[in-house]
């Protein structure tokens, strides 16, 4: 039989030996543990095969069939453990012809899998000269379907394993990295390029054999090939079989009913952790874990897991330890049951709007409360892993000034006519606010007046003038909410036109590429000096539907050109839509006979 060449490490040792996947201690002995989950797995013991009767036995917490003199050309090697030390009980049971020639070594190979494979041992040494991490392997895909001098890598696929089960499986990888003397998480197969940023069980079970399914009280292998220096190269990882704990964010107390600038809140965020049950579904994990364990569902062990709350998308401060990432939090020992989790807030600088969103999540990234940056440091791997995220919306009471009830007298006027312009300036806040009213006259201020509008009311403004274009009455009273507001008006317009003009279903990407870039933003800040709505809308779309990086995307040149050719009529949409929805809301009323 010709050899495989083997890169593992013997420093799992302990570590992967005193987890969770062990036996506890029960009432059962080993001869009746093995001899029900032999009955569970459908496979005779002792297995008949071509290699003699092989006996079913425990090595060091896996279920092995048959022994390593067992194996046809079976070689050892020094190590730091000892495989006959280990299971020498076994052998004097199980196998007393067998002769003790081998101290202070280990078997490439076990024995048999259930499924009469090879069963490689986690503990022989590596024959390459050097470890490597698994983040820079050069990963082998479908190893079953790859030869090497003319064999096959290994037989057949692992599409039977349940999807809890490679969970299992999958968090084992997720930390294999520490076990041999790689600490930093971006040395993990997580960060190997094979998997392109999507580690899970989708893209595993294209490189990795599973050997032996880690069950309740069962370690398993699994094994995976790599190239180096054009040689395949075997690594066998020993699975602990385990209870996947399930975090999720029960409730968020936001500390009060509504925000106000400058206070600062007290909140609560509930955090719960449970145990997950999903390896239920598996009729003989099942069985298996009623034998070994009984009826009670339990964690196997303890974490340590992140968490984060953001308030208006900045992460606030909470009484868990922090860690160098700023705004992200861990806690430690979390095991079964509640935890409350104390955090402060306040309204971010600056913030205009009705409402503010207050989010946690924890050990997830993917709703934008916790960072990716260096999650995988404290990530754990929970199943199902859909429910540990939640928002609630805080009412605000904003500091804000809108003008209504426009009218004029007369209406409609003639050029050359005098005319009166009145409105309410209204206050919705809860204190008095003192402000500054203009004027302004065909684009140029002509008065203004100190005004006081009480908390919840309102004050009639008025002026004269002698009519010619276009009047705005202007309220210079921060902050102009309705900017905010157009830049999502900007992206539903655009949408509207691209699918319209271009029959671009999924053209929102456009738009958000677009929007989220650094020129965008530029031009957009530099279109803050607009204080009427529709000009700034009108100008926005001009340099939206007219700047030369939206191409290239999906366009086609006459995608392109009909998406320029038709900016005018989409900017007129717009601005039908501002002066029918957002007139009211703005801080800025405009009249006009011909906007544009």
Not at 324 to 330: C, F, K, T, W
């Amino acid at each position: 039989m010709k050899k495989m060449l083997k890169l593992i490490s013997v420093v799992l040792l302990t570590a992967l030996l005193a987890g969770s996947f062990l036996f506890p201690a029960s009432a059962m002995t080993e001869e009746e543990r093995i001899r029900a989950l032999v009955e569970a797995l459908g496979v005779p013991d002792p297995m008949p095969s071509q290699y003699g009767t092989l006996k079913a036995r425990f090595d060091r917490g896996q279920l092995v069939f048959g022994f390593p003199d067992q194996v046809p050309d079976n070689d050892w090697k020094k190590a730091a453990t000892s495989w006959e030390g280990e299971n020498r009980e076994a052998i004097q049971k199980h196998h007393p012809d067998y002769g003790f020639n081998h101290s202070g070594q280990e078997p490439r190979y076990l024995g048999f899998t259930a499924q009469g494979d090879l069963f490689s041992n986690d503990w022989f040494p590596i024959d390459a000269p050097s470890q490597i991490a698994p983040a820079k392997r050069n990963m082998i895909a479908n190893p079953w379907e790859q030869k090497s001098n003319g064999e096959r890598l290994c037989k057949g696929n692992s599409d039977s394993i349940s999807d809890y089960t490679w969970t299992v499986i999958l968090a084992g990888l997720f930390e294999y990295h520490k076990t041999i003397g790689f600490d930093s998480a971006s040395d993990g197969f997580a960060f190997n390029p094979a998997f392109k940023g999507k580690f899970d069980i989708d893209t595993i079970n294209n490189y990795f054999k599973v050997l032996s399914e880690p069950q309740p009280g069962i370690a398993g292998a699994v094994r995976h090939w790599h190239y180096r220096g054009g040689v395949p190269y075997y690594d066998t990882i020993t699975i602990g079989w385990e209870i996947l704990p399930d975090f999720s964010i029960e409730k968020i107390e936001p500390g009060t009913d509504k925000a106000r600038p400058g206070e600062v809140y007290h909140g609560k965020v509930v955090l719960r952790c449970a145990p997950s049950d999903q390896f239920l579904y598996n009729p003989m994990t099942e069985e298996l874990y009623q034998i070994i364990y009984g009826s009670e569902v339990r964690l196997s062990k303890k974490y340590t897991v992140p968490i984060g709350v953001a308030a208006g998308g900045r992460l606030a401060p909470m009484n868990a330890r922090e860690t160098p990432i700023p705004g992200v939090y861990v806690l430690e020992q979390v095991g079964e049951g509640e935890y409350v989790v104390n955090f402060t807030w306040q309204l971010p600088s600056g913030w205009d709007q009705p409402e503010i969103t207050l989010a946690s999540e924890v050990n997830d990234y993917t709703n934008g409360v916790l960072p990716l940056e260096g999650m995988y440091s404290w990530f754990v791997w929970d199943y199902p892993g859909d429910n540990n995220y939640k928002a609630v919306k805080v009412p605000v009471d904003v500091k804000d000034l809108a003008v209504t009830g426009l009218k004029i007298a007369p209406n409609p006027a003639q050029e050359g006519d005098t005319v009166t312009v009145s409105a309410r300036v209204e206050n919705s806040y809860s204190q008095d606010i003192a402000t500054k009213v203009q004027y302004r006259f065909h684009g140029g201020t002509v008065g203004e007046q100190e005004i006081t509008v009480p908390a919840s009311g309102s004050v009639p403004v008025s002026f004269t003038v002698t009519w010619m274009k276009e009047i705005w009455l202007n309220v210079d009273a921060p902050p102009n909410a309705w900017k905010n507001s157009l830049v999502h008006e900007i992206g539903h317009r655009y949408d509207y036109y691209c699918e319209e003009q271009t029959g671009l279903k999924a053209s929102r990407c456009l738009y958000e590429d677009y929007y989220n870039s650094n020129a965008a933003k530029d031009y957009f800040n530099a279109l803050l000096w607009f204080e009427n709505p529709v000009e700034w809308f009108a100008e926005a779309l001009k340099i939206l539907y007219g700047y030369p990086g939206l191409k290239g995307y999906r366009d086609t040149d006459e995608i392109f050109e009909k998406r320029q050719t038709g900016a005018k009529a989409q900017i007129m949409r717009g601005v039908e839509f501002i002066s029918k929805n957002l007139g009211a809301a703005t801080n800025t009323v405009t009249i006009t006979q011909d906007i544009l």
